[in-house]
């Protein structure tokens, strides 16, 4: 069983800076996508970033040259460095994980940790 897990997420002011990380565990193929979604309240979950095992990254236009997304391949870890935070980045930010099995793409979701960027 394949399990994600977030961490990093707190307050900050406008203009500051947060990283989050996002542990995976459990057996899975060597083709994976991992991804960060954040979702407001009566919003749907839009996708922030991802990141392939190989490391080709896509970002939202929103976030682009703010944000940047990394992983660690050995550590089974992906990181979100966030950087000139605003108020409307303010959300609960999950970790997606998209695993390969050889016929289907499984999508394994963390349980979420709230930014708030606020004065």
């Known amino acids: 069983q394949v399990h994600v897990v977030e961490s990093g997420g707190g307050l900050v002011q406008p203009g500051g800076s947060l990283r989050l990380s996002c542990a995976a565990s459990?057996?899975?193929?060597?083709?994976?996508?991992m991804g960060w979604y954040r979702q407001v309240p009566g919003k749907e979950r839009e996708l922030v970033a991802h990141?392939?095992?190989?490391?080709?990254?896509y970002y939202a236009d929103s976030v682009k040259d703010r944000f940047t997304i990394s992983r660690d391949n050995a550590k089974n870890t992906m990181y979100l460095q966030m950087n000139n935070l605003k108020p409307e980045d303010t959300a609960v930010y999950y970790c997606?994980?998209?695993?390969?099995?050889?016929?289907?793409?499984?999508?394994?979701w963390g349980q979420g940790t709230q930014v708030t960027v606020s004065s």
């Open positions: 990141i392939t095992r190989g490391g080709s990254t």
């Open positions: 997606n994980l998209d695993s390969w099995d050889g016929g289907n793409w499984n999508k394994y």
């Open positions: 459990g057996s899975r193929s060597g083709i994976d996508v």
